[in-house]
């Protein structure tokens, strides 16, 4: 199994702004990926993120707005840039360990 | 294009009634499919996958090919069993790049 946390659990920005969440694992995982949860919604992925090389993105998501980092194999970070009310979401990471997927608990983000 | 449909926002039940979450999929290909909750405050676990054919928590889900579906069941709810339920997708690519549903909230009363 793994255990994954998230940091920070919560948030409140301004729009405009970026904010980094960050991922940890507490052992080595095959894959990585990002969700989003909006408001009332399901889970949709963002991206896969690839250890040592350019995250792969879902269609509609793109790397200008949702810059990802996995310099090893357990920690990656999400950015969420330049943000709007829209954005106002919870951001699961999730890791990819003997065909199980475990995830984070989630950082709400709250776009003021 | 795949998808998820979960019918029910909300199932309501008394304990002791049968429960059945309804999932039905889109995919042209061999899915891998799966069942996922999350109880309050806790976060979301895989509760039992198609390939395993186990029965978790006394919930069994089988899938129907025919009828593109993977409905999750239970023959007596218990009140613990109140989460929200969450049917999900892999293309089955090698690893899990999952598609979700909308999720499905039981709420089981005493």
């Known amino acids: 199994s793994a255990v994954i946390s998230q940091k920070p659990s919560r948030d409140i920005c301004q729009r405009g702004t970026s904010l980094t969440i960050q991922c940890q694992v507490d052992s080595q995982v095959t894959m990585m990926f990002w969700y989003r949860q909006q408001p009332g919604q399901s889970l949709t992925l963002i991206a896969t993120a690839n250890q040592g090389s350019e995250a792969t993105y879902e269609s509609g998501f793109v790397i200008d707005k949702f810059p990802i980092s996995r310099p090893n194999l357990t920690f990656s970070t999400l950015t969420v840039s330049n943000l709007s009310p829209e954005d106002s979401s919870i951001y699961l990471c999730?890791?990819?360990?003997?065909?199980?997927?475990?995830f984070g608990p989630g950082t709400r983000l709250t776009v003021t | 294009a795949q998808r998820v449909t979960q019918p029910e926002k909300l199932l309501s039940v008394f304990k002791g009634a049968p429960v059945e979450l309804k999932c039905n999929y889109s995919?042209?290909?061999?899915?891998?499919l799966f069942w996922y909750v999350q109880y309050s405050r806790q976060r979301l676990q895989l509760l039992l996958r198609h390939i395993s054919r186990e029965s978790i928590k006394g919930f069994t889900a089988d899938l129907n090919k025919g009828e593109t579906s993977f409905h999750l069941k239970k023959p007596f709810a218990q009140e613990e069993d109140s989460a929200m339920y969450y049917c999900a997708l892999s293309m089955n690519t090698g690893f899990q790049k999952l598609v979700f549903g909308t999720g499905t909230r039981l709420l089981v009363s005493p």
């Open positions: 999730s890791g990819d360990s003997n065909y199980e997927q475990y």
């Open positions: 995919y042209s290909g061999s899915p891998e």
